[in-house]
Structure formats: C-alpha cells, structure tokens
C-alpha cells in the first residue's frame, strides 16, 4: 500500500522548496541533508510530505520518550491509513546487572516492564516483517540495542487457513514454540486458551483475540475477536500469529548455542585457573552451569541476553541484531533535533561496556556478555544509508556530513513571529515570574519554566502550589507514560505552569504555551549553551503573544546569540507577511491523547469549570510514580516518625495494618518512585530495598477490599 498523506493544510511559505528539495535529494540518493527548520514552521509535516513522496519504510530517531510520543501522534494522523508504529525503552525501572570490586559487591538484574509499551514494540517488529512497505516508525536511542534474530522471529511465524490439515495438538505446540503460554483463566496478551476444539489466542502485539475453530485435523473457522467483550467481529480465511516475544529462536539453533556455551565455559574456566584466579573461575563454573540447565529445562533463564551472541549465531566481536535488522535495505532514516540525538547515539556504546568489563573479569559472565550490547555509532551509520537530519540548531557534525548544504526552513505558514525576549534580573525573579504566570492564566494561555536542576523544579513547583496554582514538574524521573499524561494535562488546561529541567527544551509542539521563564540564564553551560536557549525560546514562539524571559544578571554570549538570531529570524517573518499580505494567526490544533484517542474537549471543558465553580482553577495534577513526591497522608507520616525508628521499612511497620486501600496505593507510588530514584543513583542496595517493601505494600493491596476508602 502507498503512503497516503492527510492533511487540511497545503504546503506554504518556505515548505514547498523545502519539500522538493529534500524530495530531491532522497531520489537522487544523496547520503546526508539536513533540514533546518525553526519552532512553528511545520517540520513535520514536511518530514511527512518527504516521506510521502519517497514512498519507502522511514525509521524518525527522537532522542527522548515524550518528544518520540508527540511525533508518533502526529504522524499517525498525518498517516491514518498507514502503519505508524512507536518503538522505545519499556522498562519503567530498570537496574542493570553490575559488580563493583572495591566494595565486593554485587547487584543482581531488576526491572519493570511496562505492558503497553512491550505490546507496541512488537506491533513495530511485526509490521515490519510482513511485507508492508507503508510504514513509518518513530523511535528513541533504543533500536540500537540488541534484539533477537529476525530471521528467526519471521521463521516462527505462524501461518494459519480455513481447510488447511493441522491438528488441534500440532497447534498448539507451535503456539507454544512461538512463546505463546496457556492461560485458561483470563485471557492476557501472549496467551491462549482451550475449550475443546476451538483455541483463543491473545495476540502479543495487537488488542485484538483470534479463534480458531477445528473440525477434526482441519481448520474450520478463523473469526477475529473484541478483547474485551471476546465477541466475533470478522470471520477471516486466513491469519499469520508473529511470536509472543522479540526473543525468540529454533530449537536446532539452540542446541548449537548451548553446545558452544559448554565449550567457551571449560575454555575461560581454564584461562582464570591457569592466572590463579581460582574464586573466579569456580563462580563462573557454577554460575553458566546452572544457566545451561535452566535453558534446557525452562527454555529461559535470567540474564538470557547475555548468551545472545550464541542464539544468534555471531562470531566474537560482531554487533547484535537491532531495530534496523528488521527494515527494508532501503529505509529512510530521519533523525529529529540531531543537534542532541547524535551525540547520544556516540554515547551509548561506552557506558555498555565499562559495566560489562567486570563481570567477565571477575568471573561473573563469559565474554560473550561484551557482544550484547548496543550498537556503535559507526555501525549505525552504516545501517542507515539515507539520512536527513532535522534540527533548528544543526551541529558540525551534521553540516559537515552535508558538506555544508542545508535546506532552510525559518518562515511560519501561520505568520507567527519569533518571541520577543525579555531580559530581567535574578533579583525578585520567582515574584516577577508569578505575576507574569498570573498575567497568563486570566486570558487561558500556559507557562513553561526551566530550571537548573531536578530539585529546584520539584521545589518551584511545591512553592507555586501553595499558591494556588496549578502546576506540575516534568524530569527524567517522572515515567515515560506520566509525562504523556503531564503534558495532556498542560494542553487541556488542567495544568496552567510545567517546570522541567532538560525535557521542556526540544520539539514539544505546546500551541497554547505563550511565556517560556528561563531561571538562571547566565550561567553558561550545557542547559545554557547557545543551542539550548535557541531551542528553548522556540517553546513559545507557537503562540500570537509569545515571550521568553531570561533571568539573568548578565547577558552572555550564548544568550547574545541566542537574542540576535531570534532578532534575525523575526524580520525575516516580518519581511514574508508584509510581502504576502499575512497577518498571524495563533496554531489552532486538535488536542489528541499522544497514545491513544482524541480527547473530549467538553469533558475536560466541563470538568474545569466545575472545579472553578468550587472556587478551585481547574484539575491538580497529582503524580503516581514521581522520585521525592511526598504521596502518604501527613497524619499516617507523623504517626510513623513517632512510634518507629527512621531507618525501619515502611511495609515493615504496624500502622501499615490501619491503612486504607487509597493510603496503601499511595504509599506503593511513593516506594516505586523512590526505588527508581535510587536506581538512577547507582544506589542499587537502597534500590533493593525499596523494592522488598514495595513488593510486601502490594501483597497487602492485593488482599484488601477494592471497594475499601
């Protein structure tokens, strides 16, 4: 199927130039364009309208989840007919395998895997692998890990058709090879059931069931299911069921690795005995010994990863089946503000490897464990043949691959112009900051404020809610998902102020954003480079009553820059809008759930009302699984600072017995924010810990009444 582009708007301004020029280069097969293109100009509909024109499977890089979330909303509706996919990290928490020498310690592998995104990153694989040409998938860092082969995850698809000879059994054995696990209680995704001759599959990458109806050793009927009433919607002829897992492989090829792993086992055991390390060599004995039986007992074991090399059948040292494995040889590869997607792409490789060189040295994993690992940035490149690079502050590196070429996008269909920036003093700043938030909420416009740290955010925002404000904070702690929502929130007007640290500073498409506040604008750096500011005044120029503010006690070079290009980029929009008779209008777009369905604007505009009929301003916004959120009543904190020592456990003490279901929940958020928060810390003990207590708190939950207040 063709890309078929949806839109209400035509190309305009310096789009269509932009467009054919790109459109251009892509056909003509040049390796290396860049696209730069200010806040507002409508990138993405022109990476939509290349995409269109090229006609081929495009994989769009962002370098964080929200940002990667926004565009897979926006693609899918420019592509509604097509097949739009998200693929990033899903894990929620994730502490990584590590031994630290200097202490004799070691930390075992944790994580939690959130369901929703698992089931997205295998619709993406799936789409990939079925022939389909029309697909575009929108990505974080994460497709440059390791995953399984995709000739085997294509080998142990399962094709099935009405009067195809297959008995029930046979069936089932090769939904069991392809992951499948039987479930005949609640249908989950990646089970199936059975009642007698009819077989219920839970598919693993679609909310959807397939029933499959035998009469004898034949296929009868293949009906499509509703999930959630389990009711037939279409009988089908035929149906291809992808695997349950992205890690999957061929009993023939795990036979031949299990052999192999033997082998490097007695050879590295070997080599510690023979240097005297007799410690290491038994730990590593007894450790990939006891792996081995657990494969060939449970098909699995913990750390399965680290033996990837063999199930894939690589040489030492060769890179790891990825994300890109799975395209067509000729995808198009876009890489979104790469001023910052680049460098953490070079980034990754690095880190891998410094935590994996003490396991092997230490007798904790084979060397093998070294090629699991994510991909160079070298070997990147040589997967992506095509690449435009899409930024409203390219880097060197980016002008340079281009040979200096650039396609220029800086004027606004819209005619909006550039904010105006205001330079303030640091003095007074947080009063001078409240009346301008003030100045906002009366005429419904929001205010995005950056600061330097985590804590100085968390604690802006606690400051503004005392006030009466409706605010919220956004950081790499808060969950992939909760920034979604936070952001949601923002747009419907639940939330009049969003102070963030590093997210609120690339892409975000926030049209009823008209103050962007930057505390401490002086202190140069990364947060305050040139390229930061530039990206950061872009937040507000979506707006017809833009303004930046900086607070700051000087005006430094990167803020120069930052004032005399926005200076620049405004008589260029004031120049085209005389020249075309164009008078600016604000951005009037649709407010869409970034993973899911359009919102319903008079739901939300009812439910703010009847909150300021309450004498409120409209929804608080309350976190679920946000480090240093403080989530336990303050009565049942007291209680617990008073009776027991501060260094006890929370699921440990008594007052937990006296909870009820909401402060039981409550306290659990808290745990998992905490435990994520050590995590990020590298405190892997306290992580343990919190995670123990997290465990007993949700044990308790499980037990009580759901309907207990």
Known sequence: MDFILHSDYQPTGDQPEAIKELSDGVAAGTPYQVLLGVTGSGKTFTMANVIARAQRPTLVLSHNKTLAAQLYSEFKSFFPENSVHYFVSYYDYYQPEAYIPSSDKYIEKDLMINDEIDRLRLATTTALLSGRRDIVVVSSVSCLYGMGNPEDFGQNMIHIACGMNVGRDSFLRTLVSALYSRNEVTPERGTFRVKGDTVDVSLAYEEIMVRVIFWGNEIETIQVLDPVSQLPQENVEEFNIFP????????????????????????????????????????????????????????????????????????????????????????????????????????????????????????????????????????????????????????????????????????????????????????????????????????????????????????????????????????????????????????????????????????????????????????????????????????????????????????????????????????????????????????????????????????????????????????????????????????????????????????????VKYMSRDDLQKAADRLRADMVAAAKKMDFLEAAQLRDQLLEIEARLAKTNPTAK
């Open 244 to 655: 349950a897992n992205i890690f999957v492989t061929s009993k023939t090829r795990m036979a031949q690795a299990l052999a192999q792993i033997e082998l490097d086992l007695g050879t590295e055991v070997g080599m510690f005995n023979k240097e005297g390390k007799l410690a290491e060599a038994k730990r590593l004995q007894e450790r990939v010994t006891y792996d081995i039986e657990m494969i060939r007992e449970m098909g699995y074991c913990s750390g399965i990863e680290n033996y990837s090399r063999y199930f894939d059948g690589r040489s030492p040292g060769t890179r790891p089946f990825c994300l890109l494995d799975y395209f067509p040889k000729d995808f198009l590869t876009i890489i979104d503000e790469s001023h910052v997607t680049i460098p953490q792409i070079r980034a990754m490789y690095g880190g891998d490897q410094s935590r994996k060189a003490n396991l092997i040295n230490y007798g904790f994993r084979l060397q093998a464990a070294a090629d699991n690992r994510p991909l160079r940035f070298e070997e990147f490149e040589s997967l992506t043949h095509q690449t435009i690079y899409v930024s409203a502050t390219p880097d060197d590196y980016e002008l340079n691959k281009a040979e200096g070429v650039v396609t220029e996008q800086i004027i606004r269909p819209t005619g909006l112009l550039d904010p105006v920036i205001s330079v303030r003093p640091s003095k007074g700043q947080i009063d001078d900051l409240i009346e301008e938030i003030q100045k906002r909420i009366e005429i419904g416009e929001r205010t995005l404020v950056s600061t330097l740290t985590k804590r100085m955010a968390e604690e802006l925002a606690a400051y503004l809610a005392k006030l009466d404000i409706n605010c919220a904070y956004m950081h790499s702690d808060v969950e992939t998902m909760d920034r979604i929502k936070i952001l949601d929130d923002l747009r419907a007007g639940a939330i009049d102020v969003l102070i963030g640290v590093n997210l609120l500073r690339e892409g975000l498409d926030l049209p009823e954003v008209s103050l962007m506040a930057i505390i401490d604008a002086d202190k140069e750096g990364f947060l305050r480079s040139h390229r930061s500011l530039t990206q950061m005044a872009g937040r507000a120029a979506r707006n017809l009553n833009g303004l930046v503010i900086m607070y700051a006690d000087k005006i430094t070079d990167s803020m120069q820059r930052t004032i005399d290009e926005t200076e620049r980029r405004r008589t260029a929009q004031l120049k085209y809008n005389e020249e075309h008779g164009i008078t600016p209008q604000a951005i009037i777009k649709a407010r869409n759930l970034i993973i899911g369905k359009e919102v319903d604007e008079a739901d939300i505009d009812n439910e703010n009302r009847q909150a300021r009929s309450r004498g409120g301003k409209g929804k608080k916004y309350e976190y679920t699984h946000t480090a240093g959120k403080q989530m336990l009543p303050d009565d049942i904190l007291r209680q617990c600072e008073a009776e027991f020592s501060p260094n006890a456990g929370l699921a440990a003490d008594p007052v």
